[in-house]
Every structure is written in structure tokens, then in C-alpha cells.
């Protein structure tokens, strides 16, 4: 079934529309399903031998892990997403006994794994840096013989400069500018310079993310410290393959403010929630630039996203009117920051289930986060 569908999403050919309300092929990408990206991350468990990070696969977890390979020499990196977290955990604790120091990085918890004691009893040093909600977890966590560095006014990346900076790092004036990059986006600042992107002028830092998204990630962490600001030279290089050479950023980004313009105008609706202008919208584009396009427009204050992407996910974006977003991820098993959180419910797990979902504009997901957010919002 997978295999069918994957084959039916092409994208060549493929209109706007389609390319909004439909998976990127990447959604049913092999390797999900043969355990590929699980295998990967098992070897570099099993073959660590001193130290061991694990990061998220964002930008920001990205940069956290080129800064730990260039601060130590002898570092593995893991990155993964926040489903593989307990698995990941609980594949280091009966594998990874040739682990001497394990860190984690722009990942929290919204369940304390008891893993995570039994590791901190196997290890000579366990660290975790991290800039997300946390609450009472963090002391849990801490409880357990984890050294806990928590702070939510700065992205992982920065947290990480300074701990490593702390420890002997000896930095320089484009890695600050790598951090400062990551951090302007990854905490919504948008403060840095703008850049022409094709026919689009956009804050450096946007385009950082993307370039982090779309790069091979090895690659990435092993090189991005060098560049700094002056990344986009080295585009063609840090990118998949020739076909992903010089001005394809400028191509996603034309893209992709078509895609934000298509699902305002024709994915996104409206409404009053306890006070509150709540948009609901569908469609693939950035949750963030969605929700700046619908506030200079509509006056809206929270938007809940849903995409056509499997796991089923959903972002929960807000301004300043509304700072609980990560509440209302929590109730559905996610979680985040005040003004940005997400959740994966389990909804649409199925393949038919899925294609239904796809279909319906992902109906079932908004009417389950509706209900929280009234929940929320009301009482």
C-alpha cells in the first residue's frame, strides 16, 4: 500500500494544490519502513566507544552536534526525532557498555523513562542541554544522576556553545555566527539581515534552517562551523547531490511562499475559541511563516497546522496573547515551548486510515486538537 501510494505522488507533474495537500514523497521514503535510519543509529551505538551525543535532526540539534565534533575528538552522533527517544535509550542501555560520557541535546521529555536512571548508573557522566519546557521533569530527570542544563531563553545550539566553551572550547568568530544564525530562527527572532532569495527577500536565518534541512547531515555538522554567515556559498556543496546545486534554496523559497499564500487563502479557518482568534489549517508549508501571513490578515492569536505527513503531526503556533501552546501539546502526548509546540496523536495509523486522513484534509487531527484547545481556552 505504501509502495502504491509512494508511486502515486511523483512530484513531477504535480500541481500546487497537490504539492500542498499531499505527502512529499519523502513521507514513504524506503528506508522508513526497512528499519534503515534504526540500523544507523544501533551501529553508532555499538561501535561508540567513549562518547555519545544524541540531538535532535533539526537545525538547531544539527549545530549542536558540529559543535561537539569539533570541540572533542572522539564523539559519535546520533541524531533522531522525538519518537525514537525511548527506544534509542533503551537500545544504549543494553548495548552500549563501551559508553563512557552520553549528552542529549535539543530533546526533552514528556515522560521520564525509567531507562534513563539505568544509564546514569552505566555511565561515568551523563549530561543533558536543552531549552524546551521542562517543569517539574527536569528535577525527575536530575533525581536520576543526570547533569541537567535547562534554559528556555536560548535555543540547544547556544546552550551547547557554552557548555563546551566551558570546558576548553576555543571558539571563533564564524561559529558564533553559526550559533547566532541558529538561534534567530530557532527562537522565531528573525532579527538578522535579509537576503534576496530568488525574487523573495528573507531573513538570513530562515534560510539557514532550510539549508540544514535539505543538507546532507554529516556533511553539515562537519563543515557549517566554517562558514557563518557566509553559508550560502557553499550551498551546491552542503546539499544532496548535483541536482541540488546552486539556487535550488531560491527555488524551495518560491515555492514555498506559494504554498503559505495557497493554504491562507483556501486550507485555513477561522475561529472565536474563548476569546481568541484560533486558526485551524492544512497544508504543507512552515507553521511559523502561516501564522505570520494569518495574523497580518485575519488577526489571528493561535494557529493549530496539520500536515499531510506520516507519523500524523500537528504545530501548535501562537502569539504573544497566547503562551501555553505547549499545554495543549501536552494533552495530546506532544509538547515544546510556550509559543511553539507539536504532538503526534495516534490517529491515521493505519495505510487506509492514513489515505482517508490525507484526504479529508486532516479533519480527524484538527477536531481532536480543537477540543483540547476549547478545553483550554474556556476553562
Known amino acids: 500500500m505504501f509502495q502504491y501510494f509512494e508511486n502515486a505522488i511523483e512530484p513531477e507533474n504535480r500541481d500546487l494544490e497537490h504539492k500542498v495537500l499531499f505527502p512529499s514523497k519523502t513521507t514513504f521514503k524506503g528506508r522508513r519502513w526497512d528499519g534503515w535510519d534504526r540500523n544507523d543509529r544501533e551501529r553508532t551505538v555499538e561501535n561508540c566507544e567513549n562518547r555519545l551525543l544524541l540531538t535532535h535532526n533539526d537545525a538547531d540539534g544539527l549545530v549542536c552536534g558540529a559543535l561537539f565534533l569539533d570541540h572533542f575528538e572522539d564523539v559519535d552522533v546520533v541524531n533522531l526525532d522525538y519518537e525514537n ?23 526533552n521529555l514528556d515522560e521520564v523513562y525509567d531507562v534513563i536512571g539505568d544509564i546514569a548508573d552505566m555511565v561515568d557522566s551523563f549530561v543533558w542541554i536543552d531549552h524546551h519546557e521542562w517543569e517539574e521533569t527536569a528535577q525527575e530527570v536530575a533525581d536520576m544522576g543526570v547533569e541537567m542544563h535547562i534554559n528556555q531563553d536560548r535555543c540547544a545550539a547556544g546552550l551547547v556553545h557554552d557548555y563546551v566553551r566551558d570546558h576548553g572550547y576555543e571558539t571563533d568568530d564564524k561559529t558564533l555566527e553559526t550559533v547566532q544564525l541558529t538561534e534567530d530562527h530557532d527562537l522565531w527572532n528573525h532579527e538578522m539581515e535579509r537576503i534576496m532569495l530568488g525574487s523573495y527577500e528573507v531573513c538570513i536565518s530562515q534560510v539557514f534552517s532550510q539549508l540544514a534541512f535539505y543538507s546532507d547531515t554529516e556533511q ?7 562558514y557563518g554567515t557566509e553559508f550560502m556559498d557553499y550551498e ?75 507519523p500524523v503531526k500537528s504545530s501548535i503556533r501562537s502569539t504573544d496573547e497566547f503562551e501555553r501552546c505547549h499545554k495543549v501539546a501536552e494533552k495530546l502526548g506532544g509538547g515544546g515551548h510556550s509559543q511553539a509546540a507539536g504532538c503526534k496523536p495516534e490517529i491515521a495509523q493505519e495505510p487506509m486510515d492514513f489515505i482517508e486522513y490525507v484526504l479529508n484534509h486532516g479533519e480527524s487531527l484538527q477536531n481532536r486538537i480543537e477540543e483540547v484547545v476549547r478545553e483550554e481556552l474556556e476553562d
Open 85 to 107: 527517544i525511548e527506544s534509542t535509550l533503551e537500545y544504549i542501555s543494553e548495548n552500549g557498555e563501551e559508553i563512557e560520557e552520553l549528552y542529549v541535546s535539543d530533546l
Open 220 to 226: 553539515f555538522m562537519d563543515e557549517i562551523l566554517e
Open 236 to 310: 551546491k556543496e552542503l546539499l544532496r547531490g548535483d541536482d541540488m546545486g546552486e539556487g535550488f534554496l531560491a527555488q524551495v523559497e518560491a515555492e514555498h511562499q506559494m504554498k503559505v499564500e495557497y493554504i491562507v487563502d483556501n486550507e485555513t479557518e477561522v475561529k472565536e475559541i474563548g476569546g481568541h482568534r484560533v486558526a485551524f489549517a492544512h497544508g504543507r508549508a512552515s507553521p511559523g511563516e502561516i501564522l505570520e501571513a494569518l495574523v497580518d490578515r485575519e488577526d489571528v492569536e493561535i494557529l493549530v497546522h496539520t500536515k499531510p505527513q506520516y
